[in-house]
């Protein structure tokens, strides 16, 4: 509920236990947290790259093999 001055009624600064070393700890932790993120979306997008290649690889042979047994395949596309 807001108090008289349209205020919650919670302290802001040093009186809340957050001084300005807290806020800087709290400000690297995310920072620490936004890079590993970035890192596992790097990752993610590498896996993802190789796993597309591997899929198309994978598909041209089963196409190669079919070619070679004179079968046409049913759908030419993946």
Known sequence: MSGPNGDLGMPVGEEDGFGEAEYAAINSMF?????CLDH???KNDHLHAHLQELLESNWQTCLEFQQQLGETPSNASP
């Open 40 to 42: 596992l979306e790097d």
């Open 31 to 35: 920072s620490s947290i936004n890079f």
